[in-house]
Nanobody, 122 residues
């Protein structure tokens, strides 16, 4: 019913930048929040940044001042601009959406993208 499709990952040198995108499609009534999480090898998945439909944002301390989350509500798309990348930012980045469906506008549902690899290495 709902798909989250991520793009923009890849290999970048330390200090470089990347921009991730995630587009949600399907029988969506409303998207309340969208966010990015990441999981490095051998570690648990962790929050990177979240943005609500009203534009409020939350960032992990480790990415504050380096990463910027934004969204285009008309396109059901969330972006993550990553700058000053460090090797410790290497991980699979997952898009997440808290949304409701057309057939049940009240119920919140949690959806995940398939993940996109970000590798920071010289």
């Amino acid at each position: 019913q709902v798909q989250l499709v991520e793009s923009g990952g890849g290999l970048v040198q330390p200090g470089g930048s990347l921009r991730l995108s995630c587009a949600a499609s399907g029988s969506i009534f409303s998207i309340y929040a969208m966010g990015w999480y990441r999981q490095a090898p051998g570690k648990q998945r962790e929050l990177v940044a979240v943005i609500t439909s009203g534009g409020s944002t939350v960032y992990a301390d480790s990415v504050k001042a380096r990463f910027t989350i934004s969204r285009d509500n008309a396109k059901n798309t969330v972006y993550l601009q990553m700058s000053s990348l460090k090797p410790e930012d290497t991980a699979v980045y997952y898009c997440n959406a808290d949304l409701s469906l057309n057939n049940d506008p009240v119920r919140h549902n949690d959806y995940w993208g398939q993940g996109t690899q970000v590798t920071v290495s010289s």
